[in-house]
């Protein structure tokens, strides 16, 4: 992390509750974005700055790397309270401030034991372990935040319920194997 350019400066305004004016590189080019940073997070190995765009309630993340100008702004804001509980449910970056819908999810019984060992999703708990090992497990989240773990680990998994997710995972598995780039938003 100390290799990245604004650092220190994003350490001390999330300290400080500091608003700054960041230059962000995204595939549109660089653009500025006024912020009220409230915390840098690392996800498989990528740092992000979580920030509420000044004015919005929702947070967004930007990765650090990204940042290509800093400006500290002579104003302070109240962090919000959600943020905590947000973070200690979220198991990657594509978490959101709600809590989201509950889906189930079958493992297949060569996966469990992973499955029985580490959290993969945000409130991940088994609720039933058939006799031939096959797990069911229920979590609570946005569609975005368990995509791209549940194709991961196909073909040892299948989504229950809801069939939205369902059918968008079906989607995104069509669209690869038709040579197309799957649209994952």
């Known amino acids: 992390m100390k290799n990245f350019p604004f650092v220190k400066e994003l350490e001390q305004v999330v300290n400080e509750s500091q608003k700054i004016l960041i230059k962000y590189e995204s595939a549109n080019g660089i653009k500025d974005h ?26 967004r993340k930007f990765r650090v790397e990204k940042i290509k100008g800093l400006e500290l702004l002579d104003e302070n804001f109240d962090p919000p309270q959600n943020l905590k509980a947000a973070l200690e449910r979220s198991v990657n970056i594509w978490f959101s401030e709600e809590l989201g819908e509950k889906i189930l999810l079958e493992i297949d019984k060569d996966a469990a034991h992973y499955f029985k060992k580490k959290i993969y999703f945000p409130e991940q ?61």
């Open 34 to 59: 006024r912020l009220c940073p409230l915390k840098l997070v690392n996800f498989e190995g990528f740092w992000y700055l979580l920030a509420i765009p000044d004015g919005k309630r929702q947070f």
């Open 125 to 185: 708990r088994i609720i039933k372990q058939k006799k031939d090992g096959t797990l069911v497990l229920q979590t609570q989240a946005n569609h975005n935040e368990v995509l791209r773990t549940i194709i991961q680990w196909i073909p040892d998994i299948r989504v229950i319920k809801p069939k939205e997710l369902d059918l968008k995972v079906r989607q995104l598995l069509n669209a690869y194997l038709k040579g197309s780039r799957p649209r994952w938003g």
